[in-house]
């Protein structure tokens, strides 16, 4: 509270003395502790697109949504906090901290339910690209459709081998363009789940490049690329003012020169 790092969802700072009211968010913000030395920014973002109830950013590879670890200061949101002044903003979606490219953001809570209902109730188109390995594949459409549990370290995902509970990951992926024994590939999710596009992508036999985590853990090594996808594209009607929104992203991916 000294600090003024707690406040309301509405930017109101909070100090020993403030009244309770019922039925409102008090935010914190972490601080990372000086021997964990957070890393410096050597990568930005771009705001793509900013109104009175939405911003829409373009991230960059390696840099977190929210707040983890000792990526506090250089993590998007509270860059795009810093950026702006808008202390309530907040991600209606997620990305992978490897993962480049589109995020939502509500300005302020009013609006936050409304945008969130968009990928919940999956009436927002989403477009990922990805270059990764092409083995031999025989076919250039797969709809990859399962159930996807938590594995083995708990951050890792897995297809579930029992054929019982319905399917709760759904993508349809499109070869592209192939190269040097690469492939481009676009991922249409229709489904959210925790690293779905990259457990999909393994089980076709095309994991991601740059992927360290599936289809198996492996230690990153010197010139390993970032993981090669990039959430693209994002299209919906702006559930406010009714308007078809279109975002694409800037962001590049590592494709072979031929």
Same mark, same amino acid.
């Given at each position: 509270?000294?600090?003024?790092?707690?406040?309301?969802?509405?930017?109101?700072? +909070?100090?020993?003395?403030?009244?309770?009211?019922?039925?409102?968010?008090?935010?914190?913000?972490?601080?990372?502790?000086?021997?964990?030395?957070?890393?410096?920014?050597?990568?930005?973002?771009?705001?793509?697109?900013?109104?009175?109830?939405?911003?829409?950013?373009?991230?960059?590879?390696?840099?977190?949504?929210?707040?983890?670890?000792?990526?506090?200061?250089?993590?998007?949101?509270?860059?795009?906090?810093?950026?702006?002044?808008?202390?309530?903003?907040?991600?209606?979606?997620?990305?992978?901290?490897?993962?480049?490219?589109?995020?939502?953001?509500?300005?302020?809570?009013?609006?936050?339910?409304?945008?969130?209902?968009?990928?919940?109730?999956?009436?927002?188109?989403?477009?990922?690209?990805?270059?990764?390995?092409?083995?031999?594949?025989?076919?250039?459409?797969?709809?990859?459709?399962?159930?996807?549990?938590?594995?083995?370290?708990?951050?890792?995902?897995?297809?579930?081998?029992?054929?019982?509970?319905?399917?709760?990951?759904?993508?349809?992926?499109?070869?592209?363009?192939?190269?040097?024994? @690469?492939?481009?590939?676009? @991922?249409?999710?229709?489904?959210?789940?925790?690293?779905?596009?990259?457990?999909?992508?393994?089980?076709?036999?095309?994991?991601?490049?740059?992927?360290?985590?599936?289809?198996?853990?492996?230690?990153?090594?010197?010139?390993?690329?970032?993981?090669? +996808? @990039?959430?693209?594209?994002?299209?919906?009607?702006?559930?406010?003012?009714?308007?078809?929104?279109?975002?694409?992203?800037?962001?590049? @991916?590592?494709?072979?020169?031929?």
């Amino acid at each position: 509270m000294a600090g003024h790092r707690i406040v309301l969802d509405d930017g109101t700072i +909070l100090d020993a003395d403030s009244p309770y009211r019922h039925g409102v968010t008090v935010l914190y913000s972490k601080e990372v502790p000086e021997e964990m030395h957070e890393p410096s920014v050597d990568v930005e973002e771009t705001i793509l697109y900013w109104d009175a109830n939405i911003i829409v950013a373009d991230k960059p590879h390696g840099m977190v949504v929210t707040p983890a670890g000792n990526q506090v200061e250089r993590s998007l949101l509270v860059r795009l906090q810093n950026h702006t002044g808008l202390t309530a903003l907040a991600p209606v979606h997620r990305l992978d901290r490897e993962t480049a490219g589109i995020v939502l953001f509500a300005i302020h809570a009013d609006a936050r339910a409304q945008y969130h209902r968009l990928f919940s109730e999956r009436i927002v188109e989403r477009e990922y690209l990805a270059i990764a390995k092409l083995n031999n594949l025989d076919q250039y459409e797969w709809h990859v459709k399962n159930r996807l549990e938590q594995s083995e370290p708990w951050y890792r995902r897995r297809i579930a081998e029992s054929s019982t509970g319905e399917a709760n990951a759904i993508t349809r992926i499109t070869l592209l363009e192939s190269r040097s024994g @690469l492939g481009l590939f676009r @991922l249409r999710p229709e489904t959210g789940k925790k690293h779905q596009l990259r457990v999909h992508m393994a089980s076709i036999g095309s994991p991601i490049t740059g992927d360290l985590l599936y289809p198996e853990i492996r230690m990153k090594q010197d010139g390993d690329p970032p993981l090669q +996808l @990039l959430a693209y594209r994002l299209w919906f009607i702006d559930p406010l003012s009714g308007e078809p929104r279109s975002f694409k992203s800037a962001q590049k @991916l590592l494709w072979p020169v031929e």
